[in-house]
């Protein structure tokens, strides 16, 4: 077990070094330097998960109209910097938690 927690500080260390994350950080830096994109930016994402979180619709044309709404702000270069910055990231540790995964077998109980 110890050995695992050294290889994981290690990736630890990998990942905060990468390019991918010094770029998120760069633009999430740049981004915070304007509180009211962020402020704008927190309100598109908290309506976004409300949309697809709810229940019984398909959320498309609510999405459709909530992003025709936040058009400007999502078009805005440092908005749209973050937003992929934060989405190779995001593809990264997906990468990573699928390699480590790989292989590994787990009982899961159907309820």
């Known amino acids: 077990m110890k050995d695992i927690i050294i290889e994981s500080k290690q990736l630890n260390e990998h990942i905060r070094q990468s390019e991918a994350y010094r770029q998120y950080l760069?633009?999430?830096q740049e981004l915070y330097e304007e509180p009211e994109l962020c402020r704008q930016l927190q309100e598109?994402?908290?309506?976004n998960y409300e949309l697809q979180n709810k229940t019984g619709i398909n959320p498309y044309d609510?999405?459709?109209a909530l992003v025709t709404e936040y058009d400007v702000l999502?078009?805005?270069?440092k908005v749209s910097d973050f937003l992929q910055a934060e989405q190779m990231v995001c593809k990264m540790m997906q990468k990573v938690f699928t390699s480590i995964t790989e292989g590994l077998e787990f009982d899961y109980l159907n309820e």
Do not use: A, C, M, Y
């Open 26 to 28: 760069r633009t999430k």
């Open 44 to 47: 598109f994402r908290r309506r």
């Open 62 to 64: 609510e999405v459709k």
């Open 74 to 77: 999502l078009h805005n270069s």
